[in-house]
């Protein structure tokens, strides 16, 4: 199957690269970097539009008791994208706001490319709060998000068509946030590009040209705008075609609702997210294709020579790392030794600290928020202390930034700190600052084992412990998200609680505690080897299926081409 040429535009409000360029605050962006990697070792032809985001995210800053500041995370476009000539323009509370762009080129494994452009309004004929619209990641009130949301889906169109590409036949939202470019595209079908003369031929000409991923199993998550908001930053008549078409229920503009309604396609991102996504939103039809991470990318170097050596056709093909199952397991372990020692070298030049190798190491690394759980590890803080001394020696390193303001995020972070203070050395625990994506690829190679404890059913996907495994590194996590489909009991991993829809801290914390004490440090202690075919499982069933290649070609097969006749008729693009 050879995808036609100019199919795609991915449009995504953050986007990771590069260690250098913070325009991403977690899984969303980094999914996003990974998708286009992937795309680039397909050959597809696919363009990813984002913000530039100049100040970044923010930089983590954490005191003694685990308090989270922040300060910006400054960067320049200037030093690391490519420029771009042309300029776009969008009106934005009613001035005309310039739109430009900076254009950083992904190659992939078989030499195919991907442009990816970083729009940016900080230009000098822009008034200085304009300038400003693409500072700051997810920063500042409602205003400052709706105005960074018409940057992305009005001005990111405007910019495509400055930029005389071959008009893109298929528009891939990334969640929500860009879905303001179905209104650039219906005013492209209306007669003079006057709204108020659409009809249901038009919408259904942007329909069939949109396909809408939802990244998230809860109502309230999605951006949501009142009605005067949304007239006083996009106009009236942007407002008006809004409420025509159903997308302003009560007042209040709600992103994922217009996405829905302006989407041929629409999928969550695992099967069980894609089921309760189905429950969210009665009378569409929504699909699930499981997100997947790109495995020369989070493959640390010293486990890519394992695979290279014996399943050299893997980076071009991911699904040969189905026969991970014959690498000999004393290489595997021994590339695993060498990425511990490279994450614990890391954790003493951050902290000072000398954790033990011959340890079991947990990880847990993720965005820090209330419902990930990230002190439900702590619950019985004398049980854990027991089962360190029973079972052998544990040690637990932590990553995540809460958003700055999600107090309970950050009060989480500060638990985590309390139970570590509380524990002593007994059993160490870390709290690294400043989680990105050069620590993230040292700790799902490093750890032992990566914890993963969110509340169901609210973990739409996870994608870290799929990093995790590519290394040979087993997950213990509640059934949810991925895991529903990654866990083979034993064999991939292990679970944290039974296959309720429902999470029960109790319950949980117990399944927890049980699995470490009575199967999981005594096989890491006891026997290394089992230890290990357990580690290498994880790369051959988990590794050869969540993987972002095998993602990108359900999407081409499912969502940008479509088939004649069903199943088994002749691809073609779907509008």
């Known amino acids: 199957m050879r995808p036609p040429a100019s199919l795609a535009a991915y449009f995504s409000m953050e986007l990771a690269l590069d260690d250098a360029m913070p325009t991403y605050s977690g899984g969303l962006g980094v999914l996003a970097g990974d998708t286009v990697r992937a795309a680039a070792d397909h050959g597809v032809p696919l363009v990813a539009l984002t913000l530039v985001d100049r100040k970044g995210y923010f930089r983590q800053h954490l005191a003694a008791d685990g308090t989270q500041t922040e300060t910006p995370a400054d960067w320049s476009p200037e030093a690391r994208l490519a420029p771009v000539a042309q300029r776009a323009s969008v009106v934005i509370e009613g001035r005309v706001v310039r739109v430009g762009a900076w254009r950083a080129t992904v190659t992939g494994a078989g030499g195919g490319e991907v442009p990816v452009y970083f729009l940016d309004t900080a230009l000098p004929e822009n008034a200085p709060e304009d300038r400003a619209i693409t500072d700051t990641l997810y920063g500042g009130d409602e205003r400052y998000r709706l105005k960074q949301e018409a940057v992305l889906g009005l001005g990111g169109v405007a910019l495509l068509r400055a930029l005389e590409i071959a008009t893109p036949r298929v528009y891939h939202l990334n969640e929500g946030h860009a879905a303001l470019l179905t209104l650039a595209l219906l005013a492209e079908e209306a007669t003079g590009g006057e709204l108020r003369t659409i009809g249901d031929a038009e919408r259904e000409r942007v329909r069939e040209r949109c396909v809408f991923t939802t990244h998230t199993p809860l109502q309230a998550a999605f951006d949501q705008f009142p009605l005067g908001l949304v007239r006083e930053v996009l106009g009236e008549e942007l407002a008006r075609a809004i409420v025509a078409n159903g997308c302003c229920p009560e007042g209040v503009l709600n992103m994922a609702r217009l996405a829905l309604f302006f989407s041929r396609y629409v999928n969550g991102v695992a099967l069980r997210h894609g089921e309760v996504a189905a429950g969210m939103f009665p009378g569409h039809a929504v699909n699930a294709i499981t997100n997947g991470v790109h495995a020369a990318t989070w493959t640390a170097p010293a486990m890519a020579e394992v695979h290279d050596r014996h399943i050299p056709q893997w980076r071009h093909d991911n699904r040969y790392l189905r026969y991970a199952i014959k690498c000999p397991?004393?290489?595997?372990?021994?590339?695993?030794?060498?990425?511990?020692?490279?994450?614990?070298?890391?954790?003493?030049?951050?902290?000072?600290?000398?954790?033990?190798?011959?340890?079991?190491?947990?990880?847990?690394?993720?965005?820090?928020?209330?419902?990930?759980?990230?002190?439900?590890?702590?619950?019985?803080?004398?049980?854990?202390?027991?089962?360190?001394?029973?079972?052998?020696?544990?040690?637990?390193?932590?990553?995540?930034?809460?958003?700055?303001?999600?107090?309970?995020?950050?009060?989480?972070?500060?638990?985590?700190?309390?139970?570590?203070?509380?524990?002593?050395?007994?059993?160490?625990?870390?709290?690294?600052?400043?989680?990105?994506?050069?620590?993230?690829?040292?700790?799902?190679?490093?750890?032992?084992?990566?914890?993963?404890?969110?509340?169901?059913?609210?973990?739409?996907?996870?994608?870290?412990?799929?990093?995790?495994?590519?290394?040979?590194?087993?997950?213990?996590?509640?059934l949810d998200g991925w895991w529903v489909e990654g866990h083979i009991e034993g064999v991939t991993g292990w679970s944290v609680g039974d296959a309720s829809a429902e999470s029960d801290d109790v319950l949980e914390a117990r399944s927890l505690y049980d699995k470490l004490e009575r199967i999981i440090l005594p096989l890491f202690h006891r026997d290394p080897a089992g230890y290990a075919e357990v580690m290498r499982a994880a790369i051959a069933h988990n590794g050869s299926f969540f993987n972002a290649q095998r993602m990108v070609e359900q999407y081409l097969e499912n969502a940008y081409l479509v088939r004649d006749g069903g199943p088994g008729g002749t691809l073609h693009v779907g509008a």
Request: no cysteine; hydrophobic share 45%; aromatic share 6%.
């Open 329 to 478: 397991l004393d290489e595997i372990r021994s590339a695993h030794a060498r990425a511990k020692d490279e994450l614990l070298a890391e954790v003493a030049r951050r902290t000072g600290r000398a954790l033990d190798r011959a340890a079991f190491t947990i990880g847990f690394a993720r965005r820090a928020t209330e419902y990930k759980r990230p002190d439900l590890l702590f619950s019985d803080i004398d049980r854990l202390r027991a089962i360190a001394r029973s079972a052998g020696p544990l040690q637990v390193v932590y990553a995540g930034k809460a958003h700055p303001r999600d107090g309970g995020g950050k009060e989480g972070i500060r638990r985590v700190f309390a139970a570590a203070a509380a524990l002593g050395g007994d059993l160490p625990v870390v709290y690294l600052e400043e989680y990105d994506l050069a620590l993230a690829r040292l700790l799902v190679a490093g750890v032992d084992l990566w914890l993963n404890t969110p509340r169901k059913p609210l973990e739409a996907s996870g994608t870290s412990g799929m990093k995790a495994a590519l290394n040979g590194v087993p997950s213990l996590s509640v």
